[in-house]
């Protein structure tokens, strides 16, 4: 089983709101990305976790904020966006970050379609 | 820095055409190779994938070559279905920096009847 589940599927906020992003995944994967997609264009990657600790961050503005609770999990807080944060948010997970070959092809969830007015 | 770069798109086939899509990648080190497809609404979905020279991945009637004296991984399939239509993102991985990805820009494929 490859999946990764997100949600919620769509999401409309105003810049004042706080709202999150939830992640799941039972692969026992130790590393999970977020990323942000715009519309036709790559994904571009904002977060990574490394056994639960956060490993990169893209610079990513503090409006961000991820959240590890545990390994299965992943979450990503939304607080006074813009509306050029619209996008689809991705998350995906790996075996691991550092493991090298055959352990990091990326799973990916379906994305939470993210709209703020 | 490592660089994928895809054949502009959109590729327009009828159904049952033959498809292929390019890929040539830049990376300095040894890079594991992924095509992932796109359906409209959705998430990626791996589609297939290589991790060293010469491999060949293959999936659903799709596959791609590893070639490492070319540094290409093009996308093919014999005969395409109007469910093929999708954006195709072909992907690198260069595990001595980390499991991140590099993307190309995507390919949209239209098939039509």
């Known amino acids: 089983d490859t999946e990764v589940t997100q949600t919620p599927k769509h999401l409309v906020m105003g810049m004042t709101n706080k709202k999150s992003l939830k992640c799941e995944q039972h692969?026992?994967?130790?590393?999970m990305y977020w990323y942000k997609q715009k519309a036709k264009k790559p994904p571009e990657l904002m977060f990574v976790?490394?056994?639960?600790?956060?490993?990169i961050n893209e610079s990513v503005p503090s409006r961000f904020s991820p959240e590890c609770p545990n390994s299965s999990l992943l979450n990503l807080h939304l607080h006074a966006l813009q509306p050029e944060d619209s996008a689809l948010y991705l998350c995906?997970?790996?075996?691991?970050?550092?493991?090298?070959?055959?352990?990091?092809?990326?799973?990916f969830g379906p994305g939470t379609r993210l709209l703020v007015l | 820095g490592d660089s994928v770069t895809q054949m502009e798109g959109p590729v327009t086939l009828s159904e049952e055409a033959f498809l292929t899509i390019n890929c040539t990648y830049t990376a300095t080190g040894y890079p594991s190779l992924f095509w992932y497809v796109q359906y409209p609404g959705e998430g990626l979905q791996l589609l297939l994938k290589?991790?060293?020279?010469?491999d060949k991945g293959s999936n659903k009637g799709f596959e791609a070559t590893y070639r490492k004296e070319t540094t290409s991984f093009h996308l093919e399939k014999g005969s395409v279905q109007v469910s093929d239509s999708a954006v195709y993102f072909c992907?690198?991985?260069?595990?001595?920096?980390?499991?991140?990805?590099?993307f190309g820009t995507g390919t949209r494929l239209q098939v039509t009847l």
């Open positions: 995906a997970s790996s075996q691991d970050l550092w493991g090298g070959v055959g352990q990091e092809t990326q799973y």
């Open positions: 976790y490394s056994y639960e600790k956060l490993s």
């Open positions: 992907a690198l991985s260069d595990s001595g920096t980390a499991s991140k990805l590099t």
């Open positions: 692969m026992g994967h130790r590393a």
């Open positions: 290589a991790t060293k020279a010469d």
